[in-house]
């Protein structure tokens, strides 16, 4: 069993910067690829990044140039920093680990965390 618990996030106004933590349990962590997602309200949830085992990492267009995911495999902790925050970013946000994992997608994702909200005023 992995846990994963998120944090760093809260309200910032648009245009600033957050930086979101998700530390797991298990001695495997280095083994699984790291997703974020996110859920608007009213919206299904959608995928942000992944950074699979063997650093090879994907984004959603929506995000490109301004989120960076990353991992510390010594801290068990995955990363999502986010700049240049835009209303839009507004979400619940939710990091998933897991294996066979597919690009823009929730497949192969076995845990989740219980998400951190982002709020970005205008």
């Known amino acids: 069993q992995v846990q994963l618990v998120e944090s760093g996030g809260g309200l910032v106004q648009a245009g600033g910067s957050l930086r979101l933590s998700c530390a797991t349990s298990?001695?495997?962590?280095?083994?699984?690829?790291m997703g974020w997602f996110r859920q608007a309200p009213g919206k299904e949830r959608e995928f942000v990044a992944v950074l699979r085992w063997n650093g090879y990492n994907t984004y959603a267009d929506s995000v490109k140039g301004r989120f960076t995911i990353s991992r510390d495999n010594a801290k068990n902790t995955v990363y999502l920093q986010m700049n240049s925050l835009q209303p839009e970013d507004t979400a619940v946000y939710y990091c998933?680990?897991?294996?066979?994992?597919?690009?823009?997608?929730?497949?192969?994702?076995?845990?989740w965390g219980q998400g951190t909200q982002v709020t970005v005023s205008s």
């Open positions: 298990g001695r495997t962590f280095s083994n699984y690829a």
């Open positions: 998933a680990a897991g294996y066979g994992v597919r690009d823009n997608s929730a497949t192969g994702y076995i845990y």
